[in-house]
C-alpha cells in the first residue's frame, strides 16, 4: 500500500518537530540548523522534519514544515498530495496566532485537506484554551484540540481524531475503516 502523507505546520516554536518525533516509530530526520536572527529558540527547520508511523498496517508519512515565512515555498511542496493536515500554534504565543492564520490560509486554499487546528503547551500555565483559540481562528470548537506535544498519547489522541474527520469524509480517500475497528463496514 502506498503511504498516506500527513503535514504538521505552524509558526516558529509551535511544537512542529516535537509533535512528529512524539508519534513516529523512527528515528526522525531534520533539517534543524541554528537560528541567524531572534525566534524564541536556538535552532529552526529549515526545509522539514520526516517521521514515519504505522496504523494497522497502513503507513503514514509525517511531514513537519519549517515555521519561518521565508521557506513557505517548502510548504506548497510538502502539502502535495497530503491526505491531512494539523496546524499546531503554541498556547502560550499568542503573537504568533495572526501567523498560524495566513500559513493555514495560504495551505488551505492551495490544497483543500481537512485539517485540526492543535494548540500546543496546555500543560503550561497561563495559556490559550482551545476554545478561545476556536474564536480567534473562527473554528468550530471541535476542529480545535488542546495537547502538549511531548505527550505521545496526545498527539495520538489529536491524529485520530483527524483520521475520524478525515474517514467520514472519505470520497477522495483509500479505505481507512482498518483504523476504526469499532466501526461497522458498509
Given at each position: 500500500m502506498r503511504p498516506l502523507k500527513l503535514v504538521v505546520a505552524g509558526p516558529v516554536a509551535a511544537g512542529k518537530t516535537t509533535f512528529v518525533r512524539a508519534l513516529s516509530e523512527t528515528p526522525v530526520v531534520d533539517t534543524d540548523?541554528?537560528?541567524?536572527?531572534?525566534?524564541?529558540?536556538?535552532?529552526?527547520t529549515v526545509a522539514f522534519d520526516f517521521g514515519t508511523l504505522t496504523l494497522d498496517g497502513i503507513p503514514l508519512h509525517l511531514y513537519g514544515t519549517p515555521g519561518q515565512d521565508r521557506f513557505d515555498f517548502m510548504w506548497e511542496l510538502l502539502c502535495e498530495g497530503?491526505?491531512?493536515?494539523?496546524?499546531?500554534?503554541?498556547?502560550?504565543?499568542?503573537?504568533?496566532?495572526?501567523?498560524?492564520?495566513?500559513?493555514?490560509?495560504?495551505?488551505?486554499?492551495?490544497?483543500?485537506?481537512?485539517y485540526l487546528l492543535g494548540v500546543t503547551r496546555q500543560?503550561?500555565?497561563?495559556?490559550?484554551?482551545?476554545?478561545?483559540?476556536?474564536?480567534?481562528?473562527?473554528?468550530?470548537?471541535?476542529?480545535?484540540?488542546?495537547?502538549?506535544?511531548?505527550?505521545?498519547?496526545?498527539?495520538?489522541?489529536?491524529?485520530?481524531?483527524?483520521?475520524?474527520?478525515?474517514?467520514?469524509?472519505?470520497?477522495?480517500?483509500?479505505?481507512?475503516s482498518p483504523l476504526f475497528p469499532s466501526q461497522e463496514t458498509p
Open positions: 540548523v541554528e537560528a541567524t536572527e531572534d525566534i524564541g529558540k536556538l535552532n529552526t497530503a491526505l491531512g493536515l494539523v496546524m499546531l500554534v503554541s498556547g502560550d504565543r499568542p503573537r504568533d496566532f495572526a501567523a498560524a492564520r495566513n500559513m493555514l490560509e495560504f495551505i488551505t486554499t492551495r490544497y483543500p485537506v481537512p500543560d503550561l500555565p497561563r495559556v490559550w484554551e482551545p476554545d478561545d483559540v476556536a474564536d480567534y481562528f473562527d473554528l468550530p470548537p471541535s476542529q480545535v484540540l488542546g495537547l502538549n506535544a511531548t505527550d505521545p498519547a496526545a498527539c495520538h489522541d489529536l491524529l485520530a481524531t483527524l483520521l475520524e474527520q478525515l474517514d467520514s469524509s472519505a470520497s477522495r480517500l483509500p479505505d481507512l
